[in-house]
């Protein structure tokens, strides 16, 4: 990929100023992890048994910790690494509370934790096509991102994705390595489609489907599979969550959030519902919109709806 800066009629060419270290990166990473990744950084280098964890952060949007890794070179295993990882982390729940309430003055207790959605987060200036093959598996709860530092003092991540549809529960069960894996997934789920459309069965799988493909015509918009929800993202906000029932999907647009309590003033996305078809929804964290979807009557008019939020965001 070739980068230009524009001056005047001229374009001036930006050139890769590579990381000299890995703490360099490290460094960047951990002080804008909310804006990179939308996860909390709880701590640095923690430490637990025989391993020392780069950075410890935790997704406020699953309840589930997230380790991140960095790495300069290509000489190391992502799966024997990530693996072990997640292992130390199950085996081990009540230190990791502990770290993050040290850390944040906070009380995190222990049924607040999702354990099924943890993952690691690996970062690293490129990684090579075995490091990447030994990922492409649809159940494997990692992430590969590529980050790139430049002359012109920008930086860019691009996430490795896979959209391979084999288990990784599927190797060979007669080594160290396997049993590890298949330990760590009976307690660790990384969701897809397919567990969506499984459970809320025929009934509710035409209107979730077009309602996604007319989602998944506008710019820069994905989908984000979790235990009961799907996210679908702009860029790196959401624009609605569709929560997954038996009888209908509940189509949600957050309103606002609370900060220490408190909604801010003048900030709020207000719904303009001709049809009153919305109803509204608050708690102490949050005000939103929500719609039961059983059928495909109003498709067209939530849909509509729905593009006031994705317009009203960056």
Do not use: A
């Not at 298949?182 to 660790?188: A, D």
């Amino acid at each position: 990929m070739d980068l230009y800066n524009i001056k005047g009629t001229k374009l001036e060419g930006i050139t890769v100023d590579p990381f000299k270290l890995e703490k360099d990166i490290q460094s960047i990473v951990e002080n804008n992890t909310e804006t990179l990744f939308n996860v909390e950084f709880v701590s640095t280098e923690f430490s637990i048994g025989n391993y020392r964890l780069d950075s410890l952060c935790f997704d406020h949007e699953t309840n589930s910790f997230v380790i991140i890794e960095y790495k300069k070179g290509s000489s190391y295993s992502v799966i024997d690494q990530g693996y072990s990882y997640l292992s130390i982390m199950l085996n081990n729940k009540s230190d990791f509370i502990l770290e993050y309430n040290e850390k944040t003055n906070k009380n995190l207790k222990r049924s607040e934790v999702d354990w099924s959605q943890s993952k690691i987060i690996f970062v690293s200036p490129s990684f090579n096509s075995y490091q990447k093959n030994s990922v492409n598996f649809k159940d494997v709860p990692f992430e590969l991102w590529e980050i790139s530092k430049y002359s012109n003092n920008t930086v860019s991540l691009n996430q490795i994705i896979t959209k391979s549809k084999e288990s990784i529960n599927k190797l060979s069960t007669n080594t160290n390595k396997t049993s590890i894996i298949q330990k760590v997934s009976k307690e660790i789920k990384v969701y897809d489609e397919s567990d969506f459309v499984g459970y809320i069965g025929k009934e509710l799988e035409q209107p979730y489907t077009k309602l996604r493909d007319k989602l998944l015509e506008w710019d820069n918009v994905s989908l984000k599979f979790k235990n009961n929800y799907i996210g679908v993202w702009k860029n790196k906000s959401v624009v609605v969550y569709i929560n997954k029932g038996k009888k209908y999907l509940s189509i949600e647009l957050v309103r606002s959030v609370s900060w220490k309590g408190l909604f801010p003033k003048g900030k709020e996305f207000i719904l303009d519902d001709p049809k009153k078809l919305f109803k509204l929804f608050e708690d102490k964290y949050r005000r939103q919109y929500y719609y039961h979807l059983k059928d495909i009557k109003d498709l067209d008019y939530i849909t509509m709806m729905i593009k006031q939020k994705y317009e009203d965001m960056k």
